[in-house]
């Protein structure tokens, strides 16, 4: 977060997750666009089928009927006629010379049912029906190459139609398995987010009962009476109420409700002088001090929910502590104007760089640091406030938070003691 940080942005190729919903979105775009083109496919054969069977039928009736009717010299289009008498065979102008077929003609002629049949001649498809008619005997012939064309050219537009069909089908799928994986990928962003808002909250208070705990346990074993202990006895009891806090609004943020408890006055100076008084041990045992000012005459009361602002303050000093040397200072000051409440907290630790101020602020940058300050951020604009980062490399860093003062009163209840800064001997490791 400080010092040496540079922005960082995960590899989504190194993300299971992404890799997860990536294959999910593409194999439920594959089974769309797959089902559609399936359906496409089965249409266009029945169409196909369709189509073949009305020209067989079509073509039936015509020869039927230019069998029964029509005259050889002025056959119907697409047709020639055939007709028989004695021996002697006369044929439609422009008739093909591999017709007729005498052999149809003979056994009709010999007493034979009408006959239609299909035959290959000279490199043509013939349709043949071949009857009597009065004294002679009829035969009609039809080329179906006609159709054969008309059925190539249905293919054609089949194909065509597929292809397309098959694109529209990869964009529709596209567009379904991103709206269908959206609800899955943002359940997963919730979790990833639950889990890193669990790891981070929670730490900071463990670590400040482990602290006292360590602090008391070694007084204890000391010697040190009992009842100088009360006062290390009631912090923890008052860390352990504060991360059941924690707890409590971790547990109704997962499930996606939004911090409705009411608003109410809190006093900002209290609350900053409990919590520096809350890492005390902590600080002492890295050789750091904690000091709390108040600027000004006036209260610094704000209105808001005292847990959330309470894990504000928390984190601040969490933050600073964290990147203060030992023998380092921390101020925390709270001043009052034009209706605004500022809490500041500054150290002398390591710094930071101006131009990553913002970006402190953002959530898994930097591979991960910087989410407290996220946090912290979430809270102060849910409090309609705003907070800002400044600072140099080397030379410490100041986080200020404002927040609209409130103008009801001060909350009942007395003002804490100052947090107390003397030092004791840093904790073994």
Known sequence: MRGR?????????????????????RRLTVQVAGAISVVLALVGVLVLCFMEHQQSSSARRELAAAAERADVAQPPSCVWLYEQRGGTVRASPGAPAALPVHAELDRVGRGGQPQVTQAELAGHTYL???QRRGDAVVQAAMDLRYQAAERSRLLRTLAAAEIAGLLAAVLVGQVISRRAIAPLGEALARQRRFAADVSHELRTPLTRLSTRAQLLARRMRGGTDPILLIDEVDQLVTGCRQLGEVVEDLLRSAQHKELRR???????????????EAESARAQARGVSIEVRCEGSGDHVVRGVESALRRVVSALLDNALGHT??????????????????????????????ADAEQLFTRFVGGGY???????RE???????????????????VFVVRLPADTTGPPPRPEPEPARSSRRDPLPG
Do not use: K, M, N, Q
């Open 5 to 25: 940080w540079r922005p960082f942005v995960a590899d989504p190729g190194h993300d299971p997750e992404r890799r997860l919903l990536g294959r999910a979105r």
């Open 379 to 397: 809270v102060v604009d849910g409090h309609h406030g705003t907070i800002t980062a400044d600072g140099r490399p080397g030379a410490g860093a």
């Open 370 to 376: 910087g989410l407290g300050l996220a946090l912290v």
């Open 128 to 130: 043949i029906r071949t």
């Open 262 to 276: 009411p608003f109410g006055p809190v006093d900002l100076a209290a609350l900053a002088a409990e919590t520096a």
């Open 325 to 354: 040397s030992p023998g380092g200072h921390i101020w925390v000051t709270l001043s009052s104007d034009a209706g605004v409440v500022r809490l500041t907290v500054r150290d002398d630790g390591v710094g930071l760089d101006p």
